[in-house]
């Protein structure tokens, strides 16, 4: 070959080249001008035509309010549940019922409980026409079940069935008041509370999540029902309903804070909880930070394989999904619907507690627990009084605090300390007319909570630790008027969606003054700004999206779910059965961080 022959050939590999660098250019140049489009999809989408990709990254927190793709509510509940899941049986299980039955002089009387779980999940079981398995701890409710201890609910509308587990006294010392909220509720909450383990309470938790087990089984009528486990009542539960009903689509959602790591190895029983959560199809918690804790959890004390890619735990021959699914409420609230206008709602509080027209009124509604923050609350309006004296007299508290878990003595400790300091209190700041702290510590129902929010100029969340905290949605979805300001402690998981909140530190009790002080004195079209953007965020992310997005995600867990040894020659499923179920989950055993200690080798992420 000739110089000039080669020197031609070189040229014109190089200007091949170069026309394909090119092409492949312009290619990625195309698909990065259609990107948008291919991930949001054209506005207005109809469901039936909303791109089907396998488990989309949840949306990034406030966003959901710029161009939603459908409108959630209970008729989109029931498209999503009869288009993904057709035929699905759906079972929820949760330790709090959403309909008490009490004895009152020989009457039955009913109860709606004061629980941001029971109001999450009675509007989505209504929609879903399940069934509800909770704990009946009502003195009536025995009367009103049938053979069966079920009885169907709601009254004069049923919608879905409730079943009813009877528990022992014993039986809720050790599970509910020992293990459950001496054990685990301080654990995951970093409110300086010491978690106290007993091995009797454990025992006692292991035999009651053994009994809801056996009435979901009862209760199933198909082998591969629906299952959404509510709570850290039942860490155990997925594994025993995955021992049982191997085919069950399994959702957990953990409604408190997850712990980091070495916060949670405290748990003398930490790996037992992690298997029993892993038997999960998916796990859910609020907020991705909590996600991140689990998983760091799992990879520390488990052998298992992290796909961080991809949010998935392959543990045992199965992978779990865990997804942050922030909760809300229904929206609108049915509560609304009988309850006057914000003017006659704040006519009826002034005049209930004689307090001034020109009153700046502050309210809180919580449960009446340590991790709530209320002493801090009261600190911080200490904090606007002594730096602000003007507004003595002019300023009130209204504290609504539900009693909650009295028979255990941090519970109790709490309730005196608040009712000594707000004694103490008024008699510092108030007279014989005006109380700057109203405290209510006893049970509220619905519209009496809603009237409140609707009467007061401002709503003070300072949770010291929270998941979600679902007061703060509630003030906002009260206010159609849109008007009043959010006070929202960034360590409740809504701090995350509600930006326009004024965001506070409890732990700051100047701050949190400060922040009252800014919240009677804003301006009424700042609070309309402010408070339309946040109706958007909970009316884009009610309950509805919550519940829907969970089950949409384990419609498509179900739909791949394809029976894998159905591909395998028959030849080979006989062949190592053991090593064939793990070549076909993918699982290969690599070891955690815990283990690689114990055995001296060194850990490698497999990622």
């Not at 399940?130 to 009254?155: C, K, M, Y």
């Not at 995350?496 to 009677?520: C, H, K, S």
Request: glycine residues 6%; aromatic residues 8%; hydrophobic residues 40%.
């Amino acid at each position: 070959m000739t110089i000039e022959t080669a020197f031609l050939a070189v040229m014109g590999l190089a200007a091949a080249a170069l026309c394909i660098s090119l092409a492949a250019i312009w290619t990625s140049f195309a698909a990065m001008r259609n990107l948008p489009a291919l991930r949001a999809g054209p506005p207005n989408r109809p469901l039936d035509e909303a791109p089907h990709q396998l488990l989309p990254e949840f949306e990034q927190n406030n966003r959901g309010a710029d161009a939603p793709l459908v409108t959630w509510s209970p008729e989109m509940m029931r498209q999503v549940i009869d288009r993904e899941l057709p035929g699905a049986e759906i079972i929820l299980v949760s330790n709090r019922e959403p309909y008490i039955h009490n004895l009152n002089d020989g009457k039955v009387e009913l109860c709606i409980p004061a629980s941001g779980l029971v109001s999450a999940l009675e509007p989505v079981m209504r929609a879903c026409s399940g069934t509800w398995i909770a704990h009946g701890g009502g003195s009536a409710d025995h009367l009103v079940v049938d053979e069966h201890d079920r009885v169907q609910v709601p009254p004069g509308r049923p919608a879905y069935t409730l079943s009813r587990i009877w528990l022992s006294e014993e039986e809720q010392e050790g599970y509910y008041f020992g293990f459950a909220n001496e054990g685990l509720w301080p654990l995951c909450h970093i409110a300086f509370t010491r978690p106290i383990f007993r091995e009797s309470d454990w025992e006692a938790y292991k035999a009651v999540n053994q009994k809801f087990a056996d009435r979901i089984v009862k209760e199933a009528t198909s082998s591969a029902p629906v299952v959404l486990v509510q709570d850290y009542h039942f860490a155990l539960l997925p594994r025993m309903i995955r021992n049982a009903l191997p085919d069950a689509t399994i959702i957990t959602f953990w409604h408190i804070p997850w712990p980091n790591s070495e916060v949670f190895g405290i748990c003398p029983w930490r790996e037992q909880i992690l298997d029993g959560l892993l038997g999960s199809s998916i796990v859910g918690f609020h907020i991705q930070f909590h996600c991140n804790n689990f998983t760091d959890s799992v990879d520390r004390f488990l052998e298992s394989r992290i796909d961080r890619e991809h949010s998935a735990i392959c543990y045992g021959g199965q992978s779990t999904l865990v997804h942050p699914y922030p909760i809300s409420i229904e929206w609108p609230p049915t509560t609304l619907e009988d309850l006057p206008s914000v003017e006659e709602c704040r006519e009826k509080l002034i005049s209930r507690f004689g307090l001034s027209p020109e009153t700046k009124l502050l309210v809180g509604v919580e449960r009446m627990d340590y991790t709530k923050g209320i002493i801090d609350r009261f600190h911080a309006l200490e904090q606007l009084f002594l730096r602000h004296p003007e507004w003595v007299g002019k300023v009130a508290f209204l504290q609504i605090a539900a009693p909650s878990r009295g028979v255990l003595t941090a519970y109790k400790h709490l309730h005196e300390e608040c009712l000594a300091f707000v004694e103490a209190f008024n008699e510092r700041f108030g007279n014989g007319t005006y109380r700057p702290i109203l405290f209510l510590d006893e049970h509220n129902n619905q519209p009496d909570v809603y009237t409140a929010y609707r009467a007061a100029d401002a709503c003070v969340v300072s949770s010291l630790h929270d998941g979600m905290n679902l007061v703060a949605k509630e003030f906002v979805a009260s206010r159609d008027d849109e008007q009043g300001v959010l006070i929202l402690s960034t360590f409740a998981g809504a701090s995350q969606e509600l930006l326009d909140a004024l965001i506070v530190n409890p732990f700051d009790p100047t701050a949190m003054g400060e922040a009252m002080l800014r919240a009677i004195t804003m301006p009424q079209e700042e609070q309309r700004e402010r408070m339309t953007r946040l109706r958007d965020v909970v009316r884009t992310n009610n309950v509805y999206r919550w519940a829907g997005t969970m089950l949409q995600d384990a419609a498509r867990l179900r739909k791949r779910r394809a029976p894998e040894a159905e591909n395998v020659a028959p030849e080979l499923k006989s062949f190592a059965p053991p090593l064939l179920k793990r070549l076909l989950s993918g699982n290969r055993r690599p070891r955690g961080r815990e283990a690689a200690r114990r055995t001296g080798s060194n850990h490698r992420s497999w990622l």
